[in-house]
């Protein structure tokens, strides 16, 4: 199994500006991939994070407003870029491995916007 | 990726046996089924994954019958700490890769 480091677990932002989220794993892992889940809700994959080359957006998803970096095989970053309250919601980094592996979860990232 | 199809919500009372089951009409034929589990303020944590016929761990039982159009997952004698949302998720190497992509789950409500 894979223990998933997030930080900050959660913070209070002014509009405008921007948060980067830390995702540290304890071991190496092939594939990493950022969520967001509002409240009540599903999660909705923003992008895969893939090391050494740009991440993999989602549809609706952009490299402008959610960079992502993976300089190596356990950590990666997502920023939420020129916050709005919108972007109120949790944030959550997940691994995997292989194909047909389970995915582990960190404990995410809980994001107000004021 | 093949979409799969969940009842909303779910009451049970402790101590029964609880089946939740989802439809993913257009599974393809590499594809894998898994089953997560979502406490309020945590990550979903993994619950079962199977293939086909039947699979059985310290937690649940997975049934998938022989078209794999559907599966149900069964939790033994629930207790009030099963509470949570039970997320059916259908994928493979051919379908998405990694990528793992949830519905909308269910909301199992265990009752005293």
């Known amino acids: 199994s894979a223990v998933i480091s997030q930080k900050p677990s959660r913070d209070i932002c002014q509009r405008g500006t921007s948060l980067t989220i830390q995702c540290q794993v304890d071991s190496q892992v092939t594939m990493m991939f950022w969520y967001r889940q509002q409240p009540g809700q599903s999660l909705t994959l923003i992008a895969t994070a893939n090391q050494g080359s740009e991440a993999t957006y989602e549809s609706g998803f952009v490299i402008d407003k959610f960079p992502i970096s993976r300089p190596n095989l356990t950590f990666s970053t997502l920023t939420v870029s020129n916050m709005s309250p919108e972007d109120s919601s949790i944030y959550l980094c997940?691994?995997?491995?292989?194909?047909?592996?389970?995915?582990?979860f960190g404990q995410g990232t809980r994001l107000t916007v004021v | 990726l093949a979409k799969t199809t969940q009842p909303i919500s779910m009451d049970s009372y402790e101590g029964q046996e609880v089946n939740i089951t989802c439809s993913h009409n257009?599974?393809?034929?590499?594809?894998?089924i898994t089953w997560y589990q979502q406490f309020p303020s945590q990550g979903p944590r993994f619950i079962i994954q199977g293939y086909k016929t039947k699979v059985t761990n310290e937690v649940a039982s997975l049934f998938i019958p022989a078209d794999r159009k559907s599966s149900t997952l069964s939790l033994p004698r629930v207790s009030l700490s099963d509470t949570a949302v039970y997320y059916c998720l259908v994928g493979g190497a051919n379908t998405g890769g990694f990528k793992t992509i949830f519905g909308a789950g269910t909301r199992l409500f265990v009752k005293a």
């Open positions: 257009n599974i393809a034929t590499n594809d894998y």
């Open positions: 997940s691994v995997a491995d292989r194909v047909g592996a389970e995915a582990f």
